[in-house]
């Protein structure tokens, strides 16, 4: 049998509008009031009607998160960061992977937006460019990218630069001269990051940048590792160290093929990888890395789009999170 607010009214001495004011976080509610209708929804095991609520208020009570690939350690753990939030949200959340869909990303960005089948959406893509969210914007569905910094968008993202160059400094200051580094052609402006904090850390420590030890793969998977180690062991003079801001899986895949190769880790060649993904602790030898905070950057997203839908943020909203360097036995 359905509950309703009169159902909850009765058991608690009140008014059917004063359980809907409380059932909708509505002020002007002594906090007694609250908690006894709230105790007494929940032993009735009410649930809202989100339909019928959506057709009065105008709003779906859903929130779109879009990925490009649910196959991505990345992207998993940022969703279990949106997952685990502990704030109470009153919103279902709704996951579209762009792989394999027949439309592309930038089709399903329009139908979302027009047909007002979410409320605000959170984008997990380092690639995806302003240009292409504009139609969100255009259609006033509050939107975050997480990721990548975006200007004229709410964003969460990390230090690229800064954690590359962290990752750089620790790797020269072992006494390594010649640094390979792998990065990917799909990760759009945070690669550029991580490239930049590379040079950067280079040119303070008076070490000529040499774009021959700059090896580019196609995705972050330890099959791009794999293929990139018979390139740096054929380098002359010897690289001693490879730093992946392509990612751990490309480190791992590096670690793999040379230790098949009898190269000593982190003896012969020391790896450095960047993201900290479960893997990096259960590789042998495990793994060095540059930590992205995944779980902190999906409840961050989570929080600024439910206070941006419901209009406790205005203007355009940044939050840049710092990496932390993890020492392993890799280097």
Do not use: W
Not at 191 to 198: F, N, P, T
């Amino acid at each position: 049998m359905t509950v309703t607010l009169k159902d909850i009214a009765e058991r608690a001495g009140v008014t059917s509008a004063t359980v809907s004011m409380v059932i909708n976080n509505k002020p002007n509610i002594s906090e007694a009031t609250r908690k006894k209708v709230l105790k007494i929804a929940k032993e009735l095991n009410y649930y809202p009607n989100v339909i019928a609520r959506g057709l009065a208020t105008k709003k779906s009570n859903a929130i779109g998160v879009i990925v490009p690939n649910l196959a991505s350690s990345f992207i998993v753990r940022i969703l279990q960061g949106i997952k685990s939030t502990n704030r109470d949200i009153d919103y279902t959340v709704q996951l579209f992977d762009t792989v394999g869909q027949k439309e592309s990303e930038s089709q399903l960005f329009q139908r979302l937006a027009r047909e007002r089948r979410i409320d605000g959406v959170i984008l997990i893509s380092a690639t995806v460019t302003e240009e292409e969210l504009n139609i969100f914007r255009e259609e006033s569905v509050p939107s975050i990218v997480v990721a990548r910094k975006c200007e004229n968008l709410d964003s969460v993202y990390v230090n690229n630069e800064q954690g590359a160059s962290d990752a750089t400094d620790y790797l020269v200051n072992k006494g390594h001269r010649v640094i390979a580094c792998i990065t990917s052609s799909k990760s759009g402006l945070p690669m550029q990051e991580r490239l930049e904090g590379y040079k950067r850390s280079l040119q303070q420590h008076d070490i000529e940048f040499r774009a021959d030890l700059v090896f580019e793969v196609d995705d972050d998977t330890m099959r791009s590792g794999i293929g990139t180690f018979p390139k740096i062991k054929e380098m002359n003079p010897r690289i001693t160290a490879a730093f992946c801001p392509a990612g751990d899986m490309v480190a791992i895949g590096i670690i793999k093929e040379a230790k098949k190769e009898g190269v000593r880790i982190p003896e012969d060649l020391c790896v450095v990888g960047y993201d900290d993904l479960p893997a990096a602790e259960v590789v042998e030898p495990s793994l060095t890395t540059v930590r992205q905070p995944k779980l902190e950057m999906g409840d961050y997203a989570i929080n600024m789009i439910v206070d941006k839908i419901e209009g406790r943020e205005a203007g355009i909203k940044h939050k840049e999170l710092p990496t932390k360097f993890i020492i392993r036995e890799s280097a």
